[in-house]
């Protein structure tokens, strides 16, 4: 059985606003973040771990776009 990660290449996109922290203990930073490749597209995601603008994620799945803070 393939995953998702093996039919789709890796995309990498770079951190451009750190948003907020989320999760139930604050261990989730949700982040707006560009694609390299395209820099007019930019979504948001949730980045467990330290993260801070201008880092370069790898992502396996970049067409799902996290929910806003509220």
Do not use: H, W, Y
Not at 32 to 38: A, I, N, W
């Amino acid at each position: 059985m393939e995953s998702a990660a093996a039919k789709q290449p890796v995309k990498l996109a770079k951190v451009t606003k750190v948003l907020g922290r989320t999760g139930s203990r604050g261990n989730v930073t949700q982040c707006r973040v560009e694609f390299m490749e395209d820099s007019t597209r930019s979504i948001v995601r949730n980045v467990k771990g330290p993260v801070r603008e201008n880092d370069i994620l790898c992502l396996l799945e970049s067409e799902r776009e996290a929910r806003r803070l509220r």
